[in-house]
């Protein structure tokens, strides 16, 4: 199986800051990435697919990239909105893993 | 509007089955293959299942695989996950999710808000 390795675990940041969290395939996928978001109390929701691509609706603050095992996730200028949890998860094959988990935190 | 809506949930005793639903609406269902997801109390996600659009592919976690059966029926747009033998290991909140794909292979788009599975004596 594939693992996802995600970091940080957390990170606090103020309002305005670059954020960046990194996820690392066990080997290599390709682009079959996705980063979900994950409110408090609600279910998660896709932001970037096939590791880049923004999904429609999405602010353009955040954005993908990276292919192979290495990926980055960004948010150019923290919002309060932002608050959540962030994961990785690869579509490479069977089964599906996603990372650890990046709670983000308002400084 | 795509969505998802889990349903039977509950609580039930270790060695019980219970048997999850998902209703579709919004979209073609048979042209997308379908998941279960799961998100135990405080921890992150786990991929339980997954379901091509004519049900010819299936695959399962190895946490639960023998145990868990993944199926649809297309004619009622609608996903379900037969949960046998559960442990208090399985209690979480189930997540009906849709692939992008019809495949298997394009990531998943849209999630429901979840169903919570209780195992306890």
């Given at each position: 199986?594939?693992?996802?390795?995600?970091?940080?675990?957390?990170?606090?940041?103020?309002?305005?800051?670059?954020?960046?969290?990194?996820?690392?395939?066990?080997?290599?996928?390709?682009?079959?990435?996705?980063?979900?978001?994950?409110?408090?109390?609600?279910?998660?929701?896709?932001?970037?697919?096939?590791?880049?691509?923004?999904?429609?609706?999405?602010?353009?603050?955040?954005?993908?990239?990276?292919?192979?095992?290495?990926?980055?996730?960004?948010?150019?200028?923290?919002?309060?909105?932002?608050?959540?949890?962030?994961?990785?998860?690869?579509?490479?094959?069977?089964?599906?893993?996603?990372?650890?988990?990046?709670?983000?935190?308002?400084? | 509007?795509?969505?998802?809506?889990?349903?039977?949930?509950?609580?039930?005793?270790?060695?019980?089955?219970?048997?999850?639903?998902?209703?579709?609406?919004?979209?073609?269902?048979?042209?997308y293959a379908m998941h279960?997801?799961?998100?135990?109390?405080?921890?992150?996600?786990?991929?339980?299942?997954g379901i091509n659009w004519?049900?010819?592919i299936?695959?399962?976690?190895?946490?639960?695989?023998?145990?868990?059966?993944?199926?649809?029926?297309?004619?009622?747009?609608?996903?379900?996950?037969?949960?046998?033998?559960?442990?208090?290991?399985?209690?979480?909140?189930?997540?009906?999710?849709k692939d992008r794909a019809a495949t298997l292979h394009g990531?998943?788009?849209?999630?429901?808000?979840?169903?919570?599975?209780?195992?306890?004596?």
């Amino acid at each position: 199986d594939i693992q996802m390795t995600q970091s940080p675990s957390s990170l606090s940041a103020s309002v305005g800051d670059r954020v960046t969290i990194t996820c690392q395939a066990s080997q290599d996928i390709s682009y079959y990435l996705n980063w979900y978001q994950q409110r408090p109390g609600k279910a998660p929701k896709v932001l970037i697919y096939d590791a880049s691509n923004l999904k429609t609706g999405v602010p353009s603050r955040f954005s993908g990239s990276g292919s192979g095992t290495d990926f980055t996730f960004t948010i150019s200028s923290l919002q309060p909105e932002d608050i959540a949890t962030y994961y990785c998860q690869h579509y490479d094959n069977l089964p599906f893993t996603f990372g650890g988990g990046t709670k983000v935190a308002i400084k | 509007e795509v969505q998802l809506v889990e349903s039977g949930g509950g609580l039930v005793q270790p060695g019980r089955s219970l048997r999850l639903s998902c209703a579709a609406s919004g979209f073609t269902f048979d042209d997308y293959a379908m998941h279960w997801v799961r998100q135990a109390p405080g921890k992150g996600l786990e991929w339980v299942a997954g379901i091509n659009w004519n049900s010819g592919i299936i695959d399962y976690a190895d946490s639960v695989k023998g145990r868990f059966s993944i199926s649809r029926d297309n004619a009622k747009n609608s996903l379900y996950l037969e949960m046998n033998s559960l442990r208090v290991e399985d209690m979480a909140l189930y997540y009906c999710t849709k692939d992008r794909a019809a495949t298997l292979h394009g990531g998943m788009d849209v999630w429901g808000q979840g169903t919570t599975v209780t195992v306890s004596s």
